[in-house]
């Protein structure tokens, strides 16, 4: 099971950006898919998740900026990053698990496989 997260850059302050993580592997069909942050000197914490079924939650420094979704037949899920700030740069990276995604966004449960992150860098 390998998983990749891209399309991370850099914007100016108020700039968007779309993320994706691709699963390769197993099907994601079953699984939650969540985004996690991790700013320079800092630990990583929770960013958005999106459950199986489709029921999304977000971090509250992301909420109605940040939107997750996710597509099955692709094995794909994204992060549409809008009005960013100086505050959201960093390694974004995506995780899949068989979890409820309050215990992935609070890592209760830390997921066992990251996989690689993009950067995102936010500056004028």
């Known amino acids: 099971v390998q998983l990749q997260a891209f399309g991370g850059g850099s914007v100016q302050p108020g700039g968007s950006l779309r993320l994706s993580c691709e699963l390769s592997?197993?099907?994601?069909?079953?699984?939650?898919i969540a985004w996690y942050h991790q700013a320079p000197g800092k630990e990583r914490e929770g960013v958005s998740c999106?459950?199986?079924?489709?029921?999304?939650e977000y971090a509250d420094s992301v909420k109605g900026r940040f939107a997750i979704s996710r597509d099955n037949a692709k094995n794909m899920g994204y992060l549409q990053m809008n009005s960013l700030k100086p505050t959201d740069p960093g390694v974004y990276s995506c995780?899949?698990?068989?979890?409820?995604?309050?215990?992935?966004?609070?890592?209760?449960?830390?997921?066992?496989?990251w996989g690689r992150g993009t950067q995102v860098t936010v500056s004028s």
């Open positions: 995780a899949a698990e068989l979890a409820r995604c309050d215990h992935l966004l609070t890592l209760y449960i830390r997921p066992g496989n």
């Open positions: 999106i459950s199986a079924a489709g029921t999304t």
């Open positions: 592997g197993l099907s994601l069909r079953h699984y939650a």
